[in-house]
């Protein structure tokens, strides 16, 4: 396979420039592909598949009666983001996680965001996400959205835009590393010769920043992740990252509340437990603050975590700020907290609670894409351009009955990267999710889960709906163009079929220990 | 350690070892039908009787032949102990414990489950690849054992594991003995000679043709009763494994051996004497397959002790070292 029946087609494409050359981030890669025998790269591609199905690595898809278990289709090829272009997500990045906890705890307390009208009160007290619970509540060291996924999209004249902020329980990250590590077992020699940011610090940085969030600043507090349980689609990630950081992974029925703190429950008696990191969403957290019907949460947690005694990543009632209609106020928000321009700005919305704003998308809704506030995952949307006559009008009914619920953006035509498919490459649209957290400083992970919409000229990246995944490559900054060194540049393809794929191999990030000269001979048996 | 986490870790290892055993109980079988000259009576009610609930192959409608009994011991997803469901059961635990085992573990485990699912779909085992099959199963449990030995730190998970291995292994040792219980050796003047063939089956079934000969030399009942009960080296003989129960089940709580401070470790503690100082012939007056039945109530009630003590939902009322913690 190669570029030169490739279509770039009247996209952005992040691997090939528009006079049909790679950009000079992306030439040592296209370079490899281009030296691989024929078939080489579909093997390579089947060689992922298969390590990630022995490993494991899987999702449940509910409404698919038939096999529950999936692996996240993988496509090989990266995409590349320059230093120089990281350089500016990474702060814009950190301007809007900063200006959202700013914004939520001012929710919480004073919320003088609405005193001083920037956004209407109705908006926020219609969100679902809003806790009527979290009300004067001060989460340890005031954070609020410890982890964030943010999505990144970007439109056809190259401008990067901020899609959604995922600031409840974010999912992905694992695919993240796992799909880092194939690559590396897969393309060694552009990993050698390119200066690729790592992204294998991340359980470490996470652990570290919730033993940051410790109540009472304990010196070794016990750190647990909650999870839903193995039925869940992100089971994998939260085992993943429980063994990752070296922490319990529990469940609800493993923690108790007793005397004012969370213990769990462990072959010899209870310990308590310090920081949870729940990946259970607040209706399920506990049932005795939110849904009362909840088996996965633990009874009698809130009144825990209000009274300083546990902490919580990410904070109850975090949902209200990833509404998608509060969602269309966050450049505001930026200006409101902190006094500046958004570095990255939102895609222009349309409110359909506003008269003006739904007229215009109930005469347009052929063109939008129309989303319930609430919903992720995919479901929910309205792709005007894709959608069938009965479609539409099913959504503007369901606009006009309850505006409040949707929003619309135009139809944004998705960048693309090449993709390995039947015979040939072929762009596919993709978005961008990198992973923030905020604890002693707010770190961005150099990299993320680039999703790709796999069905051709499909705009929906969701694993759910036919959405895979590729690794994503950012550029160390001085450098976005990357020089081979010799040895990786001069290593013929033969050389490459033979490099191994070790899907547990060890990490390779690491400096290899000097060999010792002086070698202790191997003892032999005496004839 | 997590009571949910021991939990699954002991029930993961009792289902590979269970999974193995019932291949070794199966391939036992279908070697004495073969060595089996006094007209091919097949029978195979009383393996499914041994090794499952009647009342689920009974559900089935179908007559207790070799195919049928063989199709529902190793794929039957109705039957909880058929091969593919224990080692559905042993990955499912498995996969609630990722974080804890080693990735090597899954991953042999996660494999194996996945090529046996791909064996089920085509229906069943022919007689002309069974033993390759029954060897293979074995096969991927002991490395599934042997990865467990070679990655696993010796901390509470491993004792966990290894209880969980031992006391299945001691259980299904005695029911391999029990088979030969089952089987009409006939009478006349060959009947000695098949007893004798039937009675090395159920020692290479154990894998302890070879040791036995070592300790024994010829094939005699009591020497083999001996061996697969009351022998104290033996890695697949009654005493052996219980002894490594024990072992294992001390190193957990601390209790000094000789000593005890919950039910299993005085119920152990007993039953191991007695295998101890038991003669063959007090099993013999008994009755065999007397013996065997005690035997497995008892090992039964050690599991439920296991399951008191550390696994069961418990409300909380303060352990000594959460009261410590909270001090601190």
Avoid at chain 1, 428 to 444: A, E, K, M
Wanted: net charge negative.
């Amino acid at each position: 396979m190669n570029f030169s029946r490739y279509e770039r087609g009247d996209f952005y494409d992040e691997m090939i420039s528009s006079s049909g050359e790679p950009h000079p981030a992306s030439r040592l890669l296209a370079r490899e592909i281009e030296g691989l025998p024929p078939g080489e790269l579909k093997m390579r591609q089947k060689a992922a598949e298969r390590a990630l199905m022995e490993a494991g690595i899987t999702f449940n898809v509910y409404s698919d009666n038939r096999g529950v278990e999936k692996t996240l289709p993988f496509d090989l090829i990266p995409r590349i983001v320059s230093g120089t272009e990281w350089n500016r997500l990474e702060k814009g990045l950190q301007q809007r996680i900063l200006a959202l906890n700013l914004f939520l705890d001012d929710l919480y307390h004073d919320q003088k965001i609405l005193k001083d009208g920037i956004i209407p009160r109705e908006v926020i007290a219609s969100s679902t996400g809003f806790r009527q619970q979290c009300v004067g509540l001060k989460p340890p060291q005031g954070i609020w959205c410890h982890v964030t996924g943010t999505d990144l999209v970007r439109d056809q004249t190259g401008q990067i835009l901020v899609l959604e902020d995922n600031i409840r329980c974010p999912s992905g990250v694992s695919y993240v590393i796992e799909n880092r590590r194939l690559m590396k077992s897969l393309f060694p020699e552009v990993f050698s010769g390119a200066r690729i940011q790592p992204v294998s610090n991340y359980a470490a940085r996470l652990r570290d920043m919730l033993e940051f969030i410790t109540p009472d600043g304990g010196t070794q507090p016990r750190v647990v992740v909650l999870t839903p349980g193995r039925y869940n689609s992100a089971y994998f990630e939260h085992s993943f990252l429980a063994q990752q950081m070296g922490v319990e992974l529990v469940e609800g029925s493993d923690l108790v509340v007793h005397e004012g703190f969370v213990w769990m429950r462990t072959t010899s008696g209870f310990e308590r437990v310090d920081v949870i990191y729940r990946r259970i969403d607040d209706d399920f957290l506990d049932p005795r603050a939110f849904r009362s019907d909840s088996t996965l949460g633990v009874p009698g947690l809130m009144e825990v975590y209000k009274a300083g005694n546990v902490a919580l990543a990410n904070a109850p009632g975090t949902g209200v700020a990833d509404d998608k209609a509060v969602y269309a106020y966050i450049p505001r928000v930026i200006q409101y907290y902190l006094g500046e321009e958004a570095i990255i700005p939102n895609v222009p919305t349309y409110i359909c609670s506003e008269e003006q704003d739904q007229r215009y998308v109930l005469e347009h809704l052929g063109e939008l894409v129309v989303k319930a506030a609430n919903e992720s995952g995919g479901y929910g949307m309205l792709i005007g351009p894709h959608a069938s006559r009965e479609q539409i009008e099913e959504f503007r009914r369901l606009v006009i009955a309850n505006p409040r619920n949707y929003i619309a953006q135009p139809t944004l035509s998705l960048s693309r990267v090449p993709t390995i498919c039947e015979t040939n490459l072929e762009g596919r649209h993709v978005d961008l999710r990198p992973y923030i957290l905020y604890g002693r400083d707010i770190f961005v992970l150099p990299g993320g889960l680039t999703r790709v919409a796999l069905r051709k000229g499909s705009l929906v990246v969701n694993s759910s709906q036919g959405g895979g995944t590729k690794d994503t490559w950012v550029l160390a900054e001085t450098d976005d163009s990357p020089v081979p060194s010799t040895a990786a540049g001069g290593r013929p393809p033969s050389m490459v079929l033979a490099s191994p794929l070790i899907p547990h191999g060890p990490p390779l990030d690491d400096e290899p220990e000097p060999l010792k000269t002086q070698r202790t001979p191997h003892p032999k048996k005496p004839c | 350690m997590l009571s949910r986490v021991a939990d699954s870790l002991y029930w993961m290892s009792r289902y590979v070892e269970r999974a193995e055993n019932v291949a070794r109980i199966i391939d036992v079988n279908l070697n004495l039908m073969l060595d089996n000259p006094v007209g091919g009576e097949q029978r195979w009610q009383p393996l499914i009787e041994t090794l499952a609930d009647h009342k689920a192959f009974a559900g089935h409608g179908t007559v207790a032949d070799s195919e049928n009994t063989i199709r529902f011991l190793s794929f039957d997803p109705g039957n909880g102990n058929s091969i593919l469901s224990c080692l559905g059961t042993a990955r499912e635990n498995a996969r609630s414990i990722r974080e804890i085992i080693s990735s090597e573990m899954w991953e042999q485990l996660n494999s194996f489950y996945l090529r046996l699912q791909d064996q089920a779909a085509q229906g069943t085992v022919g007689q002309e690849t069974s033993q390759a099959f029954y060897a293979e199963v074995k096969q991927a449990c002991h490395l599934f054992s042997g990865i467990t030995g070679a990655t696993m730190t010796r901390n509470e998970a491993w004792y966990f594991i290894e209880l969980g291995r031992l006391i299945e292994r001691a259980d299904k040792t005695s029911r391999i003995l029990d088979v030969k219980y089952y089987i009409p050796t006939g009478s006349g003047a060959d009947a000695a000679g098949l007893d004798d063939i039937h009675w090395a089956a159920v020692l290479r079934s154990a894998s302890a043709f070879e040791m036995y000969r070592k300790r024994h030399g010829r094939i005699r009942p009591d020497g083999i009763i001996e061996f697969l009960l009351l022998d104290a080296d033996f890695p697949r003989s009654v005493r052996h494994c219980l002894d490594g129960v024990r072992s294992s089940l001390h190193h957990i709580t601390g209790t000094p051996l000789g000593s005890f401070r919950n039910p299993s470790e005085k119920l152990l503690g007993q039953l191991c004497s007695d295998l101890a100082f038991t003669q063959v012939d007090e099993i013999e007056d008994e009755g065999l397959h007397e013996y065997l039945d005690s035997l497995q109530t008892k090992i039964n009630q050690v599991g439920s002790g296991i399951y008191d003590t550390f696994f069961a939902f418990r409300t909380p009322t303060l352990s000594r070292r959460s009261r410590y913690n909270e001090a601190h």
